[in-house]
């Protein structure tokens, strides 16, 4: 009989360092990213509550992370003038994992390989328990969005569309 054994993410061993309290969520997969919403519905969970990481790049260069509800789409403006730029955009999904360590769909604002400028959307501040990638595709974690906001000393604005 195999043996099952849980999958222990560097987001999860951060988190556990930091004392934040957190549940683990694993959705089946297949090689490919599937988007937010499809991930929320996999694991049953409301659209409002599960978020994605998005990295961008600001005009002088630095790079900002932010983190909205899966099912909303980011405004740029609005994110740059949450960051102090400009303008800001998108980097592009080949320049993701030398820049955080992360793949396309398994993006987590935790445990970047450096610590970026982090916004969280407004939303987050008002709801108990958000869900974030674990830093693996098919790993979530649910923990209170004050923990991971004062974690990743992020910022909270209206940043979506």
Known sequence: MAKHTEVKTNVMRILEQAKVAYTPHEYPHGKEAVDGVTVAGLLGQDVNTVFKTLVARGKGGAIHVFVIPVAAELDLKKAAR???EKAVEMVHVKELLGLTGYVRGGCSPVGMKKAYGTVFHETAAHIPTIMVSAGKVGYQVE???????ALTGAAIADITA
Do not use: S
Request: proline share 10%; glycine share 10%; charged share 20%.
């Open 82 to 84: 949450a960051v102090g």
């Open 143 to 149: 923990t209170r969005p004050a923990d991971l906001i």
